[in-house]
C-alpha cells in the first residue's frame, strides 16, 4: 500500500516484521490463508492481486517436488473450428499464454498481421513485442502491452511450472527492454473484455468490441468474437475487410471505397 512503512504493514496484517521480510523475499511456505488473507487487506490489494498472492503462496508449498512440465501440442477440435467458420464475425481461439491457435477467414484477415509477423508462431505477445508492425497495428500500443505483460504475469503465478509460458518469458525478457521493464514491475492483472482500437493496413482503423469466452471443453483455451457497432464507420470497414477476404486480389479494382475506410 503505498505510503505505508514495512512495520506499518506487518502491523496490520498481525505479522511480525521479520515474518513480513520473508514473505517480501518471496518465502510464503507455510503461510495460512488467513494470514494471506490479512496481508491482501493491508496492502488493499484488488481482486487480481489478491489471487496472485495466494497463487504465489500455493506455489511455494509446491514448487520444491515438482518439475517443469514439458510444453504439450495444444490442437483446436475439429467441431470448434466448424463454429468458428460459422460465426459471421472475426473470431479466433487462443490459449492462456496468448498462442493463436485457430481463426475463421475474417478472424484471420482481422489479424493478418500477426498471423503473418516474422515472429512465429502466432502469439499476442511475441507480435506486440517483438514486431515493430505491432506499435502500427494496435492504436493503443503501450496501454495493451502493459496489461499484456500484468496478464502474463498473472498466469505465470498460477502456473510456475509451465516450460513454454517460462520460455516465452525468457524470449521477450532477452529480445524486448519494454517487455524486460514491465515484467519487473510485477503488475498483474485478469483478462477482461474490452474495446480494440486497430489500425488495420487494408481498411484502416477499426474500434472493435472484443468478447472473450472460455471453451468448457477445452481447459484454458479461449473463443474471442470482435464486433462493430451497427451503423459506425468501423462496420463498413470490417464489412470491407469481409469482401477483402474473400477476394484480396480484387479489392483495388472493385473497392474504392477501401481508401475512406482507411480514412475511417
Known amino acids: 500500500m503505498p505510503g505505508l512503512r514495512r512495520e506499518e504493514v506487518a502491523s496490520l496484517a ?4 521479520e515474518y513480513y521480510k520473508r514473505l517480501e523475499r518471496g518465502n510464503a511456505t507455510g503461510a495460512s490463508d488467513a494470514v494471506l488473507e490479512a ?16 497463487d504465489l503462496a ?7 517436488p515438482r518439475r517443469r512440465r514439458s510444453p504439450v501440442q495444444q490442437r483446436v477440435r475439429p467441431v470448434v473450428q466448424r463454429i468458428l467458420d460459422s460465426i459471421d464475425a472475426p473470431a479466433t481461439v487462443s490459449n492462456m ?10 478472424g484471420r484477415a482481422l489479424y493478418s498481421p500477426l498471423f503473418e509477423s516474422r515472429e512465429q508462431p502466432p502469439n499476442s505477445a511475441r507480435f506486440t513485442f517483438l514486431d515493430p ?17 500484468a496478464t502474463l504475469r498473472s498466469i505465470a503465478g498460477r502456473n510456475p511450472c509451465d516450460r ?8 521477450l525478457s532477452t529480445r524486448s527492454d519494454a517487455f524486460r ?19 488495420h493496413p487494408v481498411v484502416g482503423d477499426l474500434e472493435l468490441s472484443h468478447e472473450v469466452m472460455e471453451l468448457s471443453a477445452d481447459t484454458g483455451l479461449r473463443l ?41
Not at 515484467?183 to 483478462?191: F, G, K, L, M, S
Open 14 to 17: 498481525g505479522v511480525s516484521v
Open 224 to 264: 474471442a468474437i470482435f464486433t462493430a457497432e451497427p451503423g459506425s464507420r468501423s462496420e463498413a470497414a470490417l464489412n470491407l475487410l469481409a469482401s477483402w477476404a474473400a477476394t484480396p486480389d480484387q479489392l483495388p479494382d472493385e473497392h474504392p471505397a477501401a481508401d475512406d475506410a482507411r480514412r475511417s
Open 58 to 64: 500455493r506455489a511455494a508449498r509446491h514448487i520444491a
Open 133 to 149: 508492425a505491432a506499435q502500427a497495428f494496435f492504436i493503443d500500443w503501450e496501454n495493451l502491452a502493459k496489461d499484456l505483460v
Open 164 to 171: 513454454a509460458l517460462s520460455d516465452l518469458v525468457g524470449e
Open 39 to 54: 496481508l491482501a487487506d493491508a496492502l488493499q490489494l484488488d481482486d487480481a492481486e489478491r489471487a496472485h498472492l495466494f
Open 97 to 106: 499464454r496468448g498462442d493463436y491457435l485457430a481463426a475463421n477467414q475474417l
Open 181 to 199: 521493464t514491465w515484467w519487473a514491475a510485477h503488475n498483474v492483472r485478469y483478462y477482461q473484455t474490452c474495446t480494440k482500437r486497430l489500425h
